[in-house]
């Protein structure tokens, strides 16, 4: 029987992890740590654990973290993982990176929340451990108040201290370990629609695109 190798890669945070996983069980495992260059720190430690990857064998799924997370990090494990399903011609999934932590499988209903930058923060709803909708961006007033209506447990991937004071957050970190066993729990039927569905960052707000000045006219001589 042919053995079914998986990859996961969890690049959504700054300390990212890989999994190459055979039949479902860890073969071999790495991670790096990159604040803002993880287009250069990612292959290293990729290409180590591809070469476990025995001769002949090829990849069967490749699943990523799809964030909220890191903008850079996440759209670089994303291109990556499409370029190596390319090679090995296999399909490629999309989770929620907040799907690969284990607090967010310990109570009913969880939220996940992060600061989004220029004063607003996002809030979405996990439930068993998985992803219900997109997140919410919300201000400061707007948080406290959703969550004072909805209270339960919630989790973070930034220091609690970045959260607005009288919030109780635990911090918590994706991994490629976390993704494989978030994967595993789907059944025959999610696994299909999650393979046939394209793989996106999940963006906070729309990515913001810095247009370049424009250049003084050239003087004639």
């Keep these: 029987m042919t053995s079914q190798w998986i990859l996961t890669l969890e690049t959504s945070v700054t300390h990212a992890t890989l999994l190459l996983a055979r039949d479902g069980l860890i073969f071999a495992q790495s991670s790096f740590t990159s604040e803002r260059s993880q287009e250069c720190d990612l292959y290293p430690p990729l290409l180590e654990l591809l070469s476990h990857l025995p001769s002949g064998e090829r990849l069967s799924h490749i699943i990523i973290g799809t964030g909220p997370g890191s903008y850079n990090g996440t759209r670089v494990g994303i291109a990556t993982?499409?370029?190596?399903?390319?090679?090995?011609?296999?399909?490629?999934?999309?989770?929620?990176?907040?799907?690969?932590t284990s607090e967010s499988v310990l109570e009913e209903s969880t939220w996940a929340i992060g600061d989004a930058r220029r004063g607003s923060y996002f809030l979405m709803p996990l439930h068993q451990g998985r992803c219900q909708e997109a997140p919410r961006l919300l201000d400061e007033k707007e948080l406290l108040q959703?969550?004072?209506?909805?209270?339960?447990?919630?989790?973070t991937f930034e220091p609690p201290e970045r959260l607005p004071t009288g919030i109780s957050c635990t911090q918590s970190h994706p991994t490629a370990e976390g993704l494989l066993k978030a994967w595993l729990k789907r059944s025959d039927t999610e696994k299909e629609t999650l393979l046939n569905s394209p793989t996106e960052t999940l963006y906070?707000?729309?990515?913001?695109?810095?247009?370049?000045?424009?250049?003084?006219?050239?003087k004639k001589s």
Excluded at 88 to 99: P, Q, T, V, Y
Excluded at 146 to 155: D, N
Excluded at 204 to 218: A, D, E
């Design 81 to 100: 993982a499409q370029a190596i399903a390319q090679v090995h011609h296999c399909r490629l999934a999309g989770l929620c990176s907040f799907e690969a």
């Design 146 to 155: 959703t969550l004072e209506k909805k209270p339960g447990v919630s989790i």
């Design 204 to 218: 906070i707000r729309p990515p913001h695109i810095t247009k370049s000045k424009k250049k003084p006219p050239l």
